[in-house]
């Protein structure tokens, strides 16, 4: 099976040159399109979400034209390597910094998110920095002298591509998990919208797992051409599916869950405690000492509610809304 440095020199058969085109081609339309929702709909554009998706949708282009010059022989071999290895950096760390940017929403567990933050950085350092360096190496040295990266890349390009399945995996599955226990309060007057959206984390997680070993396929079998080149357009279908997925949890968590009059259940059904908690919300403000439970009470200077239901996450925001701290129920036997 030839190496890497071969498949460049032998040239590709017209039927790969087509398919890197097509592959391309699909890609920049999904991150124009990406790149257009966002910068129409995203209120706020100082956040770690709305940059992360920015770094990984550049990095998607920069690295599916540099790929596609180099292979179409187009471009200088060496420079569009470096650029391809700078795209990839973008693309496949800055795809993993959108799904952890959003983790707080459905989990309120600073330890998980933490975790998955150092899960990301050791990928970073110890599998995609060494492959990096081992490609631009492999592509560096002249092909009639004795080559010292060849071995050390094509090891590296396996694992480095099993380690971000295993990770992306990881991540949207967390998704699911903590979305599924930490909802279930607002089930009780939500259920439609957060079965709907559980439906739709649940296809971002098979999305993402099957799009990766579809990619792991790829390169397992040896089509080196075209795993590079379905790579940009592979990554452009789950930043575009995440971006979906998690505008509509942020609009779930904006949106005040004690609702009743969009709810399936009446007010009288919920009784005076619904009423009063609708009094309660619109009397609290930020930072003073209001109803919410202790352990979810935030305090943002100058900003509005709005933002502290955003910032509780799904988690919080349940506990807060639907299931009375220990202190008040404790409290309200005492003065029963």
Same mark, same amino acid.
């Given at each position: 099976?030839?190496?890497?440095?071969?498949?460049?020199?032998?040239?590709?058969?017209?039927?790969?040159?087509?398919?890197?085109?097509?592959?391309?081609?699909?890609?920049?339309?999904?991150?124009?399109?990406? =790149?257009?929702?966002?910068?129409? /709909?995203?209120?706020?554009?100082?956040? %770690? &979400?709305? $940059?992360?998706? @920015? !770094?990984? *949708?550049?990095?998607?282009?920069?690295?599916?034209?540099?790929?596609?010059?180099?292979?179409?022989?187009?471009?200088?071999?060496?420079?569009?390597?470096?650029?391809?290895? =700078?795209?990839?950096?973008?693309? /496949?760390?800055?795809?993993?910094?959108? %799904? &952890?940017? $959003?983790?707080? @929403? !459905?989990? *309120?567990?600073?330890?998980?998110?933490?975790?998955?933050?150092?899960?990301?950085?050791?990928?970073?350092?110890?599998?995609?920095?060494?492959?990096?360096?081992?490609?631009?190496?492999?592509?560096?040295?002249?092909?009639?002298?004795?080559?010292?990266?060849?071995?050390?890349?094509?090891?590296?390009?396996?694992?480095?591509?099993?380690?971000?399945?295993?990770?992306?995996?990881?991540?949207?599955?967390?998704?699911?998990?903590?979305?599924?226990?930490?909802?279930?309060?607002?089930?009780?007057?939500?259920?439609?919208?957060?079965?709907?959206?559980?439906?739709?984390?649940?296809?971002?997680?098979?999305?993402?797992?099957?799009?990766?070993?579809?990619?792991?396929?790829?390169?397992?079998?040896?089509?080196?051409?075209?795993?590079?080149?379905?790579?940009?357009?592979?990554?452009?279908?789950?930043?575009?599916?995440?971006?979906?997925?998690?505008?509509?949890?942020?609009?779930?968590?904006?949106?005040?869950?004690?609702?009743?009059?969009?709810?399936?259940?009446?007010?009288?059904?919920?009784?005076?405690?619904?009423?009063?908690?609708?009094?309660?919300?619109?009397?609290?403000?930020?930072?003073?000492?209001?109803?919410?439970?202790?352990?979810?009470?935030?305090?943002?200077?100058?900003?509005?509610?709005?933002?502290?239901?955003?910032?509780?996450?799904?988690?919080?925001?349940?506990?807060?809304?639907?299931?009375?701290?220990?202190?008040?129920?404790?409290?309200?036997?005492?003065?029963?």
């Amino acid at each position: 099976m030839p190496n890497e440095k071969e498949t460049i020199a032998q040239g590709n058969p017209p039927a790969v040159n087509v398919a890197i085109g097509c592959f391309f081609s699909v890609a920049c339309y999904n991150i124009i399109e990406i =790149l257009f929702l966002m910068f129409t /709909t995203f209120r706020h554009k100082n956040t %770690l &979400y709305f $940059r992360s998706m @920015l !770094v990984a *949708s550049i990095g998607i282009l920069l690295q599916g034209s540099s790929a596609s010059l180099r292979l179409l022989k187009l471009a200088p071999n060496l420079p569009m390597a470096i650029t391809a290895s =700078l795209g990839w950096w973008m693309m /496949t760390t800055g795809q993993s910094i959108v %799904l &952890y940017s $959003r983790l707080h @929403l !459905v989990t *309120s567990s600073p330890c998980k998110s933490r975790w998955i933050l150092v899960m990301i950085a050791t990928t970073f350092f110890t599998l995609q920095l060494p492959t990096t360096i081992t490609f631009i190496g492999v592509n560096a040295t002249p092909i009639n002298h004795p080559d010292m990266f060849t071995h050390a890349f094509d090891v590296f390009k396996v694992i480095q591509l099993a380690a971000f399945t295993l990770q992306e995996s990881i991540i949207s599955g967390l998704y699911v998990y903590e979305f599924n226990v930490t909802s279930k309060p607002i089930r009780i007057i939500r259920e439609n919208k957060v079965r709907n959206l559980l439906r739709q984390m649940i296809g971002l997680f098979a999305v993402i797992v099957g799009l990766d070993v579809a990619l792991m396929a790829t390169e397992y079998t040896g089509h080196f051409q075209i795993q590079t080149t379905l790579k940009p357009l592979v990554y452009s279908v789950k930043l575009k599916v995440e971006l979906f997925v998690l505008n509509n949890l942020v609009n779930l968590v904006r949106t005040p869950s004690c609702c009743c009059w969009n709810s399936t259940i009446s007010r009288s059904t919920l009784g005076q405690g619904c009423n009063d908690e609708i009094s309660n919300r619109k009397a609290d403000t930020p930072g003073q000492n209001t109803r919410w439970p202790s352990m979810y009470r935030k305090s943002f200077p100058g900003r509005g509610a709005q933002t502290d239901i955003e910032a509780w996450g799904v988690d919080g925001f349940s506990r807060a809304t639907l299931v009375p701290s220990e202190a008040t129920t404790r409290s309200s036997r005492v003065s029963v």
